[in-house]
């Protein structure tokens, strides 16, 4: 079946500093990817999508491409600040098969000032 | 901008009791999901819901699981005779077109 990995964590990184967290896929389909992410005591929050070979995604400086040659769909920032501390969840959903989101173990983020 | 919104935020309840947790979706959103994620486990999907009627569920869903939208708004999920292993954050999400979901903040049930 369809499964997502995600890089272990917990990820600790300094105020400024560049962040790839690494994310690849298996699905028999072509599927659509996601980065959802959860901020202490709170729920998933859609981070960015990208739907086919190529594209970008991007949003409050998160980018990541889905690189269809290396099933991956790695996320990464530039310059991380405190207030990005969160767990990341990689996900994909695969049109025209099961109806449902599969999620990656998460990557926990902790950035310190 | 439009969310979704779950109740209650936390639920302890006793081994063999049952609750029920409730959703709210977005207004116009007509596929309605629920997952779960044990502490420290991936997020997992338990049951999707399209036109009153469940369309898919795992494997985890089962006799002891119930969703219904019981007045067109509302989209809850019931779990009878609840066991330790239920203990969990419970997500609800729902989505426009199915790809693209929108979760809800959660409920954290713990069974004693």
């Known amino acids: 079946g369809d499964s997502v990995t995600q890089m272990e964590g917990p990820v600790t990184l300094s105020e400024e500093a560049f962040l790839t967290i690494n994310c690849t896929y298996t699905?028999?389909?072509?599927?659509?990817l996601f980065w959802y992410v959860q901020y202490p005591g709170e729920g998933l929050q859609l981070l960015l999508k990208a739907t086919k070979a190529d594209d970008k995604g991007s949003n409050k400086g998160f980018e990541a491409t889905y690189r269809k040659e290396t099933t991956s769909f790695h996320l990464e920032k530039g310059s991380v600040q405190v207030s990005d501390s969160a767990v990341y969840f990689c996900a994909l959903y695969t049109q025209g098969g099961s109806e449902k989101l599969v999620f990656g173990k998460g990557t926990k983020l902790t950035v310190n000032p | 901008e439009p969310e979704v919104t779950q109740t209650p935020s936390h639920q302890v309840t006793q081994m063999g009791q049952e609750v029920i947790l409730r959703c709210v979706p977005i207004s116009n959103h007509l596929y309605f999901y629920w997952y779960r994620q044990i502490l420290g486990q991936k997020v997992e999907f338990l049951v999707s819901f399209y036109n009153n009627e469940i369309s898919e569920k795992s494997e985890i869903f089962d006799d002891q699981f119930s969703v219904e939208r019981p007045d067109g708004s509302n989209f809850t999920l019931k779990i009878r005779s609840t066991k330790l292993e239920d203990s969990a954050m419970y997500f609800c999400a729902t989505s426009y077109e199915q790809e693209t979901q929108y979760f809800g903040p959660g409920t954290r049930l713990l069974v004693l």
């Open positions: 699905a028999t389909g072509y599927p659509s």
